[in-house]
Nanobody, 126 residues
Framework: QVQLVESGGGLVQAGDSLRLSCTAS????????MGWFRQAPGKEREFVAAINWRSVITRYADSVKGRFAISRDNAKNTVYLQMNNLKPEDTAVYYCAADLSSGLVIRTRSESYDDWGQGTQVTVSS
């Protein structure tokens, strides 16, 4: 089991940037695919971005393409989500998650991820 702790959330204005971090412990971080998901009030959790264990492959939700960037530093057991040009509709609790299967495919369904952080709130005002 992997323990994940997110940080970096906050209250910003539309057009601002934030960088979320998620630090892992208790497992072999460098062998896991990592993902970011978010959940807005009254809505289901949705996929945001994912990165494979070697940082070679990334995937993004259409709603964040061109604005968000996922990256990882395996030496620091940390995955990042750089969020630029934030919009009010980006307001949500953001979660990082670990896919322990390390398969060939980066998955976008939350059910495919094994371990989750507690989440960090991002609020974007208009």
């Amino acid at each position: 089991q992997v323990q994940l702790v997110e940080s970096g959330g906050g209250l910003v204005q539309a057009g601002d940037s934030l960088r979320l971090s998620c630090t892992a412990s208790g497992g072999t971080f460098s062998s896991y695919h990592m993902g970011w998901f978010r959940q807005a009030p009254g809505k289901e959790r949705e996929f945001v971005a994912a990165i494979n264990w070697r940082s070679v492959i990334t995937r993004y939700a259409d709603s964040v393409k061109g604005r968000f960037a996922i990256s990882r530093d395996n030496a620091k057991n940390t995955v990042y989500l750089q969020m630029n040009n934030l919009k009010p509709e980006d307001t949500a609790v953001y979660y990082c998650a670990a896919d322990l299967s390390s398969g060939l495919v980066i998955r976008t369904r939350s059910e495919s991820y094994d371990d989750w952080g507690q989440g960090t709130q991002v609020t974007v005002s208009s």
